[in-house]
């Protein structure tokens, strides 16, 4: 197919990049969600920094090619991407993640510079999207590319097969009933929105397989605050119990954030299976191509799994 005529299902953070890919490559595009943007999409805190997801030998490379367009897009405002540079430290002795090698700039803290508790840090610069601003702009440069919406439920993928000749299933959670995966399940995750005192740095914390995270994200006038991970929770409420916690882990990190005054609470549900998927098969003569269970990466993953599509269907 030098250009075809394409639909993809969801409008989260995959599905808008693998829309905007597709749509600026000259194949005719339509999304299809009942939400746009993704609820999911719109709750996170985002920075890229990949998860130990599988599979190992593809992600690195989407996450490579991720890595250079959000780079590229920090340097236009209009995206909610900008450069920052911070820290994430442990309070055990750790190694350095594996894919920082990918970031030029990595060096390893001397113990003045990491907080009281902490044992090794690194200090590096990545891009961190303001999820909201960043999925306005996509849905924006998707329209200026000829892209169309339209807000609706997809209760089946045989209901939209016909109208395409190839679906792009990136639906997230929805895949555990379109596509019929048992292995789809939500990690619930939960952030608070605060303003911004004066922080352009930011810290995360290693917290290896605890649900409690610590890490915060400065974006402009605001801070987001987080966080956790909890497998299996499907809530998309607020827990006042857990805000609390989290702005207490972060406040201990950080004592200007004292001065911050809470704006928002924020709950998504990062989609998760054992590995990602992303393949393609044959729906009633239809190319059906499969994009979801990102989990947490969704966006460190994006625009390389969006390239990795595009390829397929062409």
């Not at 990491?114 to 996509?138: C, E, K, N, Q, S």
Request: with cysteine.
């Amino acid at each position: 197919m030098a250009t075809a005529e394409v639909l993809v299902v969801g409008a989260g953070i995959i599905g808008l990049t693998t829309a905007v890919t597709l749509a600026e490559a000259g194949h005719q595009v339509t999304v299809v969600a009942d939400e746009i943007p993704g609820l999911t999409s719109l709750a996170a805190g985002a920075s890229w920094g990949p998860y130990h997801v599988k599979p190992y030998h593809r992600v690195s490379w989407w996450s490579r090619h991720t890595l250079k367009v959000l780079t590229e897009l920090a340097d236009v405002a209009s995206t909610g991407v900008q450069m920052v540079s911070g820290i994430e430290a442990s309070r055990t002795a750790v190694s350095l993640p594996d894919w920082a090698a990918e970031l030029p700039d990595v060096k390893e803290c001397r113990g003045n510079e990491l907080p009281a508790g902490f044992r090794t840090g690194w200090r590096y610069t990545v891009p961190v999207i303001d999820m909201p601003r960043h999925l306005g702009y996509l849905l924006r440069r998707l329209a200026v590319a000829g892209g169309l919406i339209e807000e609706r439920y997809v209760a089946n993928l045989n209901d939209v097969t016909a109208k395409a000749d190839a679906v792009v299933n990136c639906s997230g959670l929805g895949a555990r009933d379109l596509a019929a995966d048992d292995s789809m399940y939500p990690i619930r995750g939960q952030l608070v929105v605060v303003s911004n005192p004066g922080i352009d740095t930011f810290f995360s914390e290693d917290t290896r397989s605890s649900p409690d995270l610590t890490h915060y994200l400065p974006q402009g006038d605001t801070v987001i605050l987080g966080g956790l991970a909890v497998p299996g929770d499907a809530s998309r409420e607020p827990d006042p119990a857990t805000a609390e916690a989290i702005i207490a882990r972060c406040f201990e990190i950080e004592p200007m954030l004292r001065q911050a005054q809470v704006l928002e609470h924020r709950v998504g549900l990062r989609p998760t299976r054992p590995q990602i998927r992303l393949d393609m098969e044959r729906l009633d003569g239809t190319l059906l191509i499969h994009s979801y269970g990102h989990g947490g990466a969704g966006a460190s993953l994006s625009w390389g799994c969006a390239a990795e599509t595009e390829q397929l269907i062409r």
